[in-house]
């Protein structure tokens, strides 16, 4: 099995931007921990875009193969209906999909407070930081 790990915009800043919210690990960190933590069988395919269009050609990948998407959609998270009809695919596939966050959005602005990505998402976890990933790989390697 592969799982794909999708990063959406801003998030190839990670250890530079605002440490204080997101910790000081670099998503290539974040990488090197999920490829350690899943049995050998498994395999970690993560990437990241600031582009909203690419991102969505990732889910239509992970669509049409079948892969389970653990997916921060960062800032897309609030407001692209494209990338939730996108995703809404996978459901309809009946491939999981978790939606992971490194804060928790409840805690900060208002408008971090909708996801209208969580709607079609098989569940969420925010707020563990890098240990957000790390417990939904963990959950897709029990499930998928
Ligand atoms: C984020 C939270 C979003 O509100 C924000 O736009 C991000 C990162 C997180 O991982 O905490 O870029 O998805």
Redesign the pocket.
């Known amino acids: 099995t592969t799982i794909l790990v999708l990063n ?4 190839g800043r990670l250890g530079s ?1 605002e440490p204080e ?2 910790g000081s690990e670099t998503l290539a960190d974040i990488e090197a921990q999920l490829g350690a933590s899943v049995p050998a069988e498994v395999s970690i395919d993560l990437r990241q875009t600031d582009d909203e269009a690419e991102l969505i050609g990732w889910i239509h990948e992970a669509v049409d193969r079948r892969m389970p998407v653990v997916l ?7 407001y692209s209906y494209a990338l939730r009809d996108a995703a809404a695919q996978l459901k309809q596939a009946g491939v999981p999909l978790v939606e ?6 409840h805690t ?2 208002t ?2 407070h909708t996801s209208v990505i969580s709607g079609i998402a098989t569940g969420v976890i ?2 563990f930081g890098a240990d ?1 990933y790390r417990l939904a790989v963990d959950w897709v390697v029990r499930n998928a």
């Open positions: 959406g915009p801003n998030l931007r919210v997101y921060n959609p960062a800032a897309f998270t609030h992971v966050h490194l804060s928790n959005p900060r602005e408008f971090r925010a707020g957000s």
